[in-house]
């Protein structure tokens, strides 16, 4: 979710930078910095915290004097905003990175797999690291092969070692009008201007310069110069590629095209899980949790009880983390919505881990909550988007999700997010519990490397390539029943907290009245709610329970419901016992049901908008409460 933005052209580059990256603010970020090329060396300013500090950095230097009239005129340049991944929140870890000898800069989105054996190898060679960061790799290995051959061989043959998923920018002292970038699975874009190229990871960074753009495709390297693009595959071959002029005003280009934040941040789904388990699932097959805090290895180890704690979509995140505790982990886990839980009679204490899910960091009752179970003695875990958050200070440790900045007020890819790191972390505490066979454990963390793949798979069979909008069985599923007045969702197990999401998020943008319920209950009342027509929506992965399920959905079909499944793509024999089957993926039973609220999400959507509402500001709700 970082931000990238260059330029190479006439114009000085340094409040260009300033600008792009303010642009770019929405995405979410920690840190940032900015590198030009003035005279005969690289200047880089890096500062942690809001963009003003580094504009307050800028500032600094330009009265210090010495360099500061070459940085004034400099005219090429890459700057940088940064979501932690590898390494802590400090201005070491910010970017641009560069090389031992400061001749190559880089900026750098996403994640570098194989960092660890590339990084021994440059240190063998004699490369000197500065950063805790996968990162600084690039700015190495491009450098290394800057040795034989210019920017653009160094960039490819770089290329052709590195894996993981990201996009980068590189910049050379000795090539003072030329930028290279790479995308590999996250985005980058070209703006073209008279003799001035921009490069940028969103087009909101140079909208004001220039609307006539360049669409890099993955796998691809594109080298600039102020006279314009060229495009090159991973074998060097060049490849043409159209200008294309846009219309977009400025809210428009922050939601990257898309119709509104809420659909732009269900496509973000995949890239947003792939940041949150990258490093923490590579190397190897087991899990990394270092970047905890003071939750150390032995204290994880000796955990009596879990209770896990928040409000909404968070407190659903959570329900699903305790079927995943308990399986993996075969650990006693509770659960509590925050609004209760801080007035019941405290029964934790030392042993006991309390975790506060709250995708704002600010989520009142959950603060609340985790103050109270820390006065009573437990150690509390706060698993968050933000950064600097109030719950990252009330908290013995923190997890991040690493979704980036979600503005649509119904959440999405920050749910997922917080359901991956729940999964993570129960998986970390099977190992040290020892609770799973290794083979096991190889086999899920593998399963769990395959989710941003296989989110990616849901989004793009169920909607539209052209405009991103719902379409297929989703789009078939809204036309017939948005006009209802009344939802019911069911699911058993892990499958109900993806039942109670589907519910809220349908409630949430579309304001039918709809209710979720765990399956099993459902003769104890709602079955009194269904008549010939009702939609049903039912959770049916795969499950030891499934065939529980199968009979609930026979029993509502029963009674005239139109039954809408969620269920694998394997299992035909639902098709018998639905009118609508929306599929997923065949995985892991318990990583099943996260790929599910997928469709769900998608659903609730093509209903809003077939009720002609706002689905990014749905009425009466806001994005953190910050209330009682």
Not at 20 to 35: H, N, Q, T, V, W
Not at 517 to 523: N, Q, R
Not at 535 to 540: C, E, I, S, T, Y
Not at 564 to 584: F, N, S, T, Y
Request: with cysteine; proline share 3%; charged share 25%.
């Amino acid at each position: 979710m970082c931000g990238i933005v260059g330029y190479v052209g006439k114009r000085p580059v340094q409040d260009l930078l300033l600008a792009g990256l303010k642009k770019l603010e929405y995405r979410g970020y920690d840190s940032a910095g900015i590198s030009v090329i003035a005279g005969g060396e690289i200047e880089s300013v890096r500062a942690v915290g809001n963009l003003q500090n580094l504009f307050d950095a800028v500032d600094a230097r330009e009265s210090g004097g010495g360099t500061a009239v070459a940085v004034r005129t400099a005219t090429t340049g890459i700057g940088h905003t940064r979501w932690a991944t590898h390494g802590r929140v400090n201005e070491v870890n910010a970017h641009p990175h560069f090389d031992t000898s400061n001749a190559v800069h880089v900026v750098v989105n996403g994640i570098v797999e194989n960092y660890v054996s590339l990084k021994r190898r440059l240190q063998d060679m004699g490369a000197v690291f500065t950063s805790e960061t996968d990162a600084e790799v690039i700015a190495h290995l491009v450098a290394h092969h800057c040795a034989r051959g210019s920017l653009e061989e160094a960039v490819l043959a770089a290329f052709a070692e590195l894996e993981g998923h990201f996009a980068f920018v590189a910049m050379r002292l000795d090539e003072p009008e030329t930028l290279v970038g790479v995308r590999k699975e996250c985005p980058l874009v070209v703006g073209r201007g008279e003799d001035e190229t921009f490069l940028a990871s969103a087009i909101p960074a140079f909208l004001s310069e220039t609307r006539q753009i360049q669409y890099i495709e993955n796998d691809e390297i594109v080298v600039i110069t102020p006279g314009g693009a060229r495009f090159l595959g991973a074998d060097g071959v060049e490849r043409e590629r159209a200008v294309e002029q846009i219309d977009w005003d400025e809210e428009t280009a922050e939601k990257g095209g898309f119709e509104t934040f809420m659909l732009k941040e269900i496509h973000e789904q995949a890239d947003a899980v792939a940041d949150t388990i990258a490093d923490r699932t590579a190397p190897g097959t087991h899990v990394d949790l270092d970047d905890v805090g003071a939750l150390d290895e032995n204290m994880l180890r000796g955990v009596d009880r879990i209770l896990i704690t928040g409000c909404g979509t968070a407190y659903h995140a959570g329900l699903m983390g305790r079927y995943a505790l308990e399986e993996w982990a075969q650990i006693r886990t509770d659960i509590d919505v925050a609004s209760e839980y801080r007035y019941r009679k405290q029964l934790v204490g030392p042993g006991d881990l309390v975790i506060g899910m709250t995708q704002s960091g600010e989520t009142a009752d959950t603060l609340a909550a985790m103050r109270v179970a820390r006065e009573a003695g437990a150690t509390v875990l706060a698993v968050t988007n933000v950064v600097g958050s109030q719950a990252t200070r009330d908290a013995d440790g923190v997890l991040y999700t690493r979704a980036g900045m979600e503005i649509g007020v119904a959440a999405t890819k920050t749910f997922v997010c917080q359901v991956a790191v729940m999964y993570l972390l129960a998986l970390k505490l099977a190992e040290l519990r020892g609770t799973m066979k290794p083979e096991t454990m190889e086999r899920i963390v593998g399963e769990i490397k395959r989710l941003p793949h296989c989110i990616q798979q849901v989004v793009a069979a169920s909607t539209a390539p052209e405009t991103h909008l719902p379409a297929g069985l989703v789009a078939e599923a809204a036309e017939r029943h948005w006009r209802s007045d009344f939802f019911l969702y069911l699911g058993r197990h892990i499958g109900l907290a993806v039942a109670l999401e589907g519910a809220l998020k349908l409630k949430e943008i579309s304001y039918i009245s709809t209710d979720a319920y765990a399956a099993g209950e459902m003769k104890h009342g709602p079955i009194a709610l269904l008549e010939d027509g009702t939609p049903v929506v039912v959770v049916a992965t795969d499950s030891p329970v499934k065939d529980k399920v199968v009979s609930n959905m026979q029993e509502v079909a029963a009674r005239g419901a139109h039954v809408i499944a969620v269920a694998a793509e394997g299992d035909h024999e639902i098709d018998q016992h639905a009118k609508q089957v929306l599929r997923v993926p065949d995985i892991d039973w318990m990583l099943q049901p996260l790929i599910g609220t997928i469709p769900l999400q998608l659903l609730a959507y093509a209903i809003a908008s077939k009720r002609g509402l706002n689905v990014d500001q749905p009425r009466n709700l806001a994005k953190t409460v910050t209330v009682e």
